[in-house]
């Protein structure tokens, strides 16, 4: 090899080392900005019917991955959901519970968030998925009066004592269900006067073309600043419920650390479906929670529903359900 080849086939293994670093810190940069989360939940249930019959039987309640990914002040997320204990066929929207990406706008110490997608309706006190629940069930203002997720556009910030956020979709999921073509606007203001204590002021108006329009108004309350101890309550109103009928409820949980591995949970609620008609629907929910290690929770609930309306269960009639959930998160 003469001295030529051998000058240049040093420059080249020069080069190629000096680029090294920086595709491993390229790399390394795309991974410090991903984060990937998860759960899986299972569960065992037992519910007793009207004709003496009892639905008994284990169910892989959900599994989901999360991934959200942010360079400098731009990012997106989406959260792959599956459901096999709901049965039916998998829908895109079933699949992605969220889907949306993200910017940032400094505004002094803090931030104004705009997304653009798919993403958890911002209205209520209880979240949607159980690894952010205190017990197996949801309350009886979640499943009737809420929005779970909206397709469309949202604006949110916080600043000091008071955060904020207004959003637009077309696009609502209510129990599973998705609905298009149905505009939703809304806002939720809320106020953290005291640290530990947040009250939240939410408006939603709800239209589906050729129907009247349905017009929410939601409040919900947390106390955590005793240690261990979470208090949360909610009352939802809902004008036009359906065509000329009002609806609404409330309820309230108790949540108690005894130990780092043992709490307690107790929550009452009800739902009128029609506030012009006598009857509305009761529920009681009692719930034993564990911390068995690592990102494993198990839990242990007995919940009632009284419907003295006859919507949810035969009138004077109550339901009764013993449910067993473990869920691993990470």
């Known amino acids: 090899m ?8 040093g420059l080249m293994l020069g080069l190629s080392v000096l680029s090294v670093p920086a595709q491993a810190e390229s790399i390394k940069d795309k991974v410090d900005n991903l984060q990937i989360s998860g759960f899986v939940d299972s569960s065992w249930s037992s519910t007793n019917a009207v004709a003496g019959a009892t639905s008994t039987g284990f169910g ?3 599994v989901e991955l999360d991934v959200e990914y942010t360079e400098d002040n731009v990012g997106m997320r989406f959260d792959l959901n599956g459901a096999p204990s709901a049965g039916g066929n998998v829908t895109q929207d079933g699949l992605l519970e969220q889907g949306y990406v993200f910017v940032n706008f400094p505004a002094g110490e803090d931030a104004v968030t705009f997304k ?6 911002p209205i209520g006190w209880e979240l949607l998925d159980a690894p952010d629940m205190y017990q197996f069930s949801h309350s009886l203002v979640f499943n009737n009066g809420l929005p779970v997720n909206l397709t469309g556009a949202s604006l949110s910030a916080a600043f000091g ?5 207004i959003y637009y979709a077309d696009k609502v999921d209510t129990n599973g269900v998705t609905t298009t073509g149905v505009h939703s606007a809304g806002s939720r203001i809320g106020l953290t006067p005291l640290e530990g204590v947040n009250v939240g002021f939410s408006y939603l108006n709800t239209n589906n073309p050729g129907t ?3 017009r929410t108004l939601d409040v919900d309350f947390t106390y955590d600043a005793i240690e261990n101890l979470v208090i949360g309550a909610e009352y939802n109103q809902i004008t036009d419920y359906t065509p000329n009928v009002n609806a609404g ?3 309230a949980t108790i949540h108690y650390d ?5 709490g307690a949970t107790y929550r009452y609620g009800n739902f009128d479906f029609d506030t012009n008609l006598a009857g509305k629907a009761t529920q009681n929910t009692f719930a034993l929670t564990s ?7 198990a839990l242990f609930e007995y919940s009632t529903i009284t419907d003295t309306s006859g919507t949810l269960v035969t009138a004077g009639f109550t339901q009764k359900t013993y449910a067993f959930e473990m869920t691993y998160s990470f």
């Open 60 to 62: 892989l309640d959900a």
């Open 2 to 9: 003469n001295t030529h080849s051998k000058s240049l086939l």
């Open 116 to 121: 653009f997608g798919k993403f958890n309706a």
């Open 291 to 297: 911390a068995v290690g690592g990102g494993l929770g």
């Open 212 to 214: 009247v329009a349905t």
């Open 161 to 165: 004592m008071v955060d904020g956020v």
């Open 249 to 251: 409820g409330y309820f």
């Open 258 to 262: 005894f130990t780092d591995m043992f």
